[in-house]
């Protein structure tokens, strides 16, 4: 017996309803009314943008990253995996981590945050994020005014971070400096991470 390959014709009738935007693009707020909207949904420009399945280097950079700011973070900040912030009407992107101010915390049901109560985004870089994340993320983070943007990459097995601080007069993102090994600032507050521990989790 010989197997054959079964071509499923999608129509309209076979897709769920969401899949179809309104005349006028999807909004922030359309992201909590979607029933059964896969996980890690993000709206840009408009559109939903889906997910791919996560990378063990993206985990474990987020993995890193995450319990380091925990640890230095002043009792005024929170640190938040995976939660989606409202820059504008159809702008609702999820960064890997952000840092939000404490009094933002409205409680366990809360899905996003507002980005006057973002201090710092960080995005850890996917072969199909490219684009988002060196891009077009990065300019819609500095135009709704969050202050610091970080931009962790998979360099031939190296973690590399990329850091930026808001130029409040261009209201575009400076590089402020790329991080081999060891990443040690002093804004948004002090931190000191050993990025080759990446290597040992």
């Not at 076979?14 to 709206?43: C, K, M, N, Y």
């Not at 409680?107 to 870089?125: M, N, P, Y």
């Not at 991080?179 to 804004?187: E, G, P």
């Amino acid at each position: 017996m010989t197997a054959e390959a079964v071509i499923v014709k999608m129509t309209p009738s076979s897709l769920p309803d969401w899949v179809f935007p309104p005349p006028q693009g999807f909004v922030a707020e359309d992201l909590d009314r979607i029933p059964d909207l896969p996980a890690h949904t993000e709206l840009i420009d408009g559109s939903l943008v889906f997910v791919s399945p996560q990378a063990n280097f993206h985990m474990l950079a987020v993995s890193l990253l995450e319990a380091e700011l925990r640890r230095a973070a002043p009792a005024n900040l929170r640190v938040r995996r995976e939660m989606s912030v409202i820059l504008d009407r159809d702008q609702r992107p999820e960064p890997d981590l952000c840092v939000v101010a404490a009094d933002a915390v409205e409680g366990r049901r809360q899905t996003f945050f507002q980005a006057r109560d973002v201090s710092l985004v960080v995005e850890v870089v996917s072969p199909e994020s490219q684009t988002r994340d060196r891009q077009r993320k990065p300019s819609l983070y500095a135009r709704a005014a969050i202050p610091h943007f970080w931009r962790f990459e998979d360099q031939s097995d190296k973690l590399v971070v990329y850091v930026y601080e808001l130029d409040p007069a261009t209201k575009c993102y400076v590089p402020t400096g790329i991080h081999h090994d060891r990443l040690k600032l002093t804004v948004p507050f002090d931190v000191d991470i050993d990025l080759t521990t990446i290597d040992r989790m």
